[in-house]
């Protein structure tokens, strides 16, 4: 059984940055994960993952601006966040799954273990 938890959010100003942590305990060296962010309202929406060999694919409007890493000694996601604009604030949410399929690694969907989130707020 794999849980996460998600640390790391705040409010920041425009501009600033902030490294989100994800703390996985549980098996995940050869497991996908990734961060999804969901607004008030709105869909939560894949923004990065890393596949079983830590490749990293990123969310074209997000490209340039957050960066996904994995330290498989500490078990732990990160995502820098940087140049954050109001339009970042939501919920980030850690996701892990052992196998995503013929599916996006950055669909909802793939993804079986959640962790609670951590809030995100930008501030113009």
């Known amino acids: 059984q794999v849980q996460l938890q998600e640390s790391g959010g705040g409010s920041v100003q425009s501009g600033g940055s902030l490294r989100l942590s994800c703390a996985a305990s549980?098996?995940?060296?050869?497991?996908?994960m990734a961060w999804f962010r969901q607004a008030p309202g709105k869909d939560r929406l894949g923004v990065a993952a890393?596949?079983?060999?830590?490749?990293?694919i990123y969310a074209d409007s997000v490209k340039g601006r957050f960066t996904i890493s994995r330290d498989h000694a500490e078990n732990t996601l990160y995502l820098q966040i940087n140049s954050l604009k109001p339009e970042d604030t939501a919920m980030y949410y850690c996701?892990?799954?052992?196998?995503?399929?013929?599916?996006?690694?950055?669909?909802?969907?793939?993804?079986?273990?959640w962790g609670q989130g951590t809030q995100v707020t930008v501030s113009s």
């Open positions: 996701a892990a799954d052992s196998g995503i399929g013929v599916g996006s690694p950055l669909g909802r969907l793939e993804y079986n273990y």
């Open positions: 890393v596949d079983k060999t830590d490749n990293p």
């Open positions: 549980g098996y995940t060296g050869g497991y996908y």
